[in-house]
């Protein structure tokens, strides 16, 4: 045995963490992906109560949940339940819009970003704007160029930035 050693620690733990929404807060919950993997087969038909209070007790052991909002990481809990068997499920309206920006960085992304930045201040409009610079994490989106403009969860354009106009456009049509 050498002078150094490294306690045993669950390597899954500290790689199943998966961000969700709760209501307008992104929240990390460890093993969601490995509970909901474990509940598919038994629960596929199960009402989503059932679910919700399935998914509550199991993660409530590895994750904080604060009793003032559980019913709304239950609701959250379901919904990736059942965005992963590939059922339908009720989608949280956002509350404010959320924008991504694909890209690696480059001048184009960058300047996409700057420009959604310039119509949300003319519009004196509230938004959470992220821009994603992760390959892996822009390859989930399937976009087939960047950078890529995803607007409450839809793609609107990749490949050659939008115009400003455009840009405009399509938040407006996103806040009806």
């Not at 059932?50 to 509550?56: D, S």
């Not at 959250?76 to 991504?100: C, H, M, N, T």
Request: proline letters at 5%.
């Amino acid at each position: 045995m050498g002078l150094f050693t490294t306690p045993s620690i669950s390597i899954m733990a500290a790689t199943d963490i998966t961000q969700i929404k709760i209501g307008t807060q992104k929240v990390g919950i460890v093993g969601l992906q490995s509970a909901v993997e474990e509940l598919a087969p038994d629960f596929a038909h199960e009402s989503d109560d059932k679910v919700a209070t399935e998914l509550l007790q199991r993660l409530s052991r590895q994750n904080y949940i604060p009793a003032k909002v559980r019913e709304s990481y239950g609701r959250a809990f379901v919904r990736e339940f059942r965005k992963f068997l590939g059922q339908p499920y009720q989608k949280d309206s956002p509350q404010i819009l959320e924008i991504k920006v694909l890209g690696p960085g480059c001048a184009q992304c960058d300047r996409l970003e700057k420009d959604v930045m310039d119509v949300l201040s003319e519009m004196n409009q509230a938004a959470d704007l992220e821009h994603v610079r992760d390959i892996k994490e822009i390859a989930k989106y399937g976009v087939l160029g960047m950078p890529a403009l995803i607007i409450n969860g839809r793609i609107m354009g990749w490949g050659n930035p939008p115009s400003k106009t455009k840009i405009k456009e399509w938040l407006e049509d996103s806040k009806k």
